[in-house]
């Protein structure tokens, strides 16, 4: 059998072969256009980040304009029940034909939104500080966090800053090694990369890149100091760019400002605190009560602990017993038997 597989190697490549293949582009395309990248200003650098998220915004415009008059008819009084579940379908079709859009745009932009963040990183590990043009979403972080001032028209990016109580200063740039783990999270794969070899630092160039269609990104970690530190760590080469970023471990469930955090561009949080957030929207009876929105894209830290190891032990919630003991069981016991018979016959 061995004799075999060896043969089949030779004569059609080992699988690992056949995806290097298929990343390798990529990374060819990347390198290729950072140099152009690398001679931008900083002003020119955010630009071009804006011109990306603009590209986006355009190429889906026409249906999520469409969506919009679709929900406005189906909250018209005179819109029957028949043309209710017609126009939900429709709602259905232009969601999915609007994330298939995204998907295809994103793979287009891909080089260059890597290039920006890879050069993003470069500019803070050479720099005592990035000077740009101060725009409102600089001034309002300006308000919340140390590591941005203001003077005059100038937002000055410090590049340390505190994350996990430490104080950091940003000392790393990705290595083409990097970009090729970036891409394969990217493509929804799985990266395997030993403890080291700067796995947090490739999971922000997917992160930055999906972040671009302001859907919503997802990073989940295996617990709750992970998930602050590297909101706090990585959050500013987002942040530069125009980016919210927001952990949901800072905050208690069923918040305003739990619901604020999945609002932001980049939510950073443990599975546990996912998962049951997801459990107790399922259990909630008007929309308002919701805190997470539409998944767009999710990065899983620690994979294997994740989806495997705590996937041994189940997420359990429960609702509130309204009245105790008196649950109308006897009231409701025989209709129910007879829906159950008439089911059966």
């Not at 597989?5 to 950072?34: H, M, N, W």
């Not at 939104?113 to 101060?134: G, H, L, P, S, Y």
């Not at 999270?185 to 930055?208: C, D, N, Q, R, Y």
């Not at 980016?243 to 800072?250: K, Y």
Request: hydrophobic residues 40%.
């Amino acid at each position: 059998m061995d004799i075999v597989s060896s043969i089949i190697k030779l004569l059609f490549g080992s699988k690992a072969d056949k995806d290097r293949k298929q990343i390798e582009p990529y990374v060819k395309k990347i390198t290729e256009i950072y140099p152009s990248i690398k001679a931008l200003s900083n002003d020119e650098l955010r630009a071009h980040s804006a011109g990306l998220m603009k590209k986006i915004a355009d190429f889906i415009a026409a249906d999520e304009a469409h969506i919009v008059e679709l929900k406005a008819k189906l909250e018209l009084p005179e819109t029957t029940l028949s043309e209710k579940e017609k126009i939900s379908k429709e709602i259905d079709t232009t969601t999915k034909r609007i994330d298939e859009k995204i998907e295809q745009i994103l793979d287009e932009i891909l080089p260059e939104a890597f290039a920006i963040m890879k050069d993003t990183a470069r500019r803070f590990t050479q720099n005592e500080t990035v000077e740009v043009t101060a725009n409102d979403f600089d001034r309002n972080l300006a308000a919340s966090k140390d590591f941005v001032t203001i003077e005059g028209d100038k937002a000055i990016y410090a590049t340390h800053w505190l994350a996990g109580g430490n104080d950091l200063k940003w000392e790393m740039i990705h290595y083409d090694v990097q970009l090729f783990g970036g891409v394969v999270l990217h493509k929804g794969k799985i990266s395997e990369m030993a403890t080291g070899e700067g796995k947090t630092l490739v999971a922000t160039l997917p992160v930055f890149l999906n972040a671009l269609a302001h859907k919503g990104v997802h990073v989940v970690t295996v617990n709750d100091y992970l998930a602050r530190r590297d909101s706090e760590w990585m959050g500013p080469m987002y942040q530069f760019h125009g980016l919210s970023v927001e952990c949901i471990d800072n905050y208690r469930p069923n918040s305003a400002e739990r619901r604020k955090a999945y609002e932001a561009n980049i939510t950073f949080g443990t599975n546990n605190e996912f998962g049951f957030d997801y459990l107790r929207d399922n259990m909630s009876i008007q929309a308002k009560e919701l805190v997470q929105k539409k998944h767009h894209f999710a990065i899983v830290d620690e994979v294997d602990s994740v989806l495997i190891d705590d996937a041994r032990t189940p997420l359990i919630i429960s609702g509130p017993v309204p009245k105790g003991d008196d649950q109308m069981f006897n009231e409701y016991r025989s209709n129910v038997e007879k829906v159950v018979q008439a089911q059966r016959r």
